[in-house]
């Protein structure tokens, strides 16, 4: 498969996806609902504000990363268009393939976006509490991207995972399907597991990233490898139940 092929396949997830998105009415009313919260929440308890601890939401993130590629699996069962997706003149390992990028995109743009908006919450919320200088607001922006490319190195295998999930609960290995839930939850989980503290307060000492993980700076690149290496195989895994136990 050629790459404007691949790329064709990718597009096509997303302009599936945002018109499914478009036909509920109601998306818009949430984000504009979740905006008026956080800014009345930075109103009312701008005092007592932490700005670090507005990362604490980012260890969700993994999990929607998994619920984002499985929801992309098994919407052309949903949406009774699985038939004609199988049967697609494309190698199944391409249509996997496509819905895997569009998920890892997809993350990677929450994740951008929640990334600049904790920057403009923090910052409305400084200018709130009288003490808002650059300074402050460049340190937590050095300080956040560290965090959310740590988050980041997990939205392949996570991506990985959700897409092989649901590739399982659509085939002839469906009872599986809860154990790799339970997976999933400790998996989603996995952030905790590098962490000195749980406490995000170390994040402050951004400077030296040693203070804040178990594993050494130097040692995220194995760490990334590994998660190369192990999304490759989640990923080869579904494409071989697409190609032998799941149907249409």
């Given at each position: ?53 507005v990362m604490f939401m980012s260890f ?159 040692e995220f690149g194995w760490i990334a ?19 032998k136990q799941v149907e249409g």
């Amino acid at each position: 498969m050629n790459t404007s092929t691949f790329l064709f396949l990718v597009k096509d997830e997303f302009r599936r996806r945002n018109s499914a998105k478009h036909s509920n009415k109601w998306w818009m009313f949430y984000v504009a609902a979740g905006i008026l919260i956080g800014l009345i929440f930075a109103a009312v308890f701008a005092d007592n504000l932490d700005p670090y601890g507005v990362m604490f939401m980012s260890f969700g993130f993994p999990y929607i990363t998994f619920v984002i590629a499985f929801g992309i699996v098994i919407r052309e069962w949903k949406n009774g268009t699985a038939g004609w997706w199988l049967t697609l003149p494309y190698p199944r390992r391409s249509l996997i393939l496509s819905k895997y990028a569009a998920s890892i995109c997809t993350a990677v743009i929450m994740h951008i976006i929640f990334w600049v908006g904790a920057q403009l919450f923090v910052a409305y919320a400084l200018i709130l509490k009288g003490n808002f200088d650059f300074h402050s607001l460049t340190a937590f922006m050095q300080t956040s991207a560290i965090w959310y490319g740590v988050i980041m190195m997990v939205i392949p295998f996570m991506a990985a995972f959700g897409t092989l999930t649901g590739v399982v609960s659509r085939s002839r290995l469906k009872p599986l399907t809860p154990m790799l839930w339970i997976v999933y939850g400790f998996s989603g989980n996995s952030l905790f597991w590098i962490l000195k503290s749980p406490h995000l307060n170390k994040l402050q000492l951004a400077q030296n990233p040693n203070e804040i993980f178990i594993v050494q700076s130097h040692e995220f690149g194995w760490i990334a490898l590994g998660i190369i290496l192990l999304s490759g195989i989640l990923i080869s895994a579904a494409t071989v139940l697409m190609n032998k136990q799941v149907e249409g």
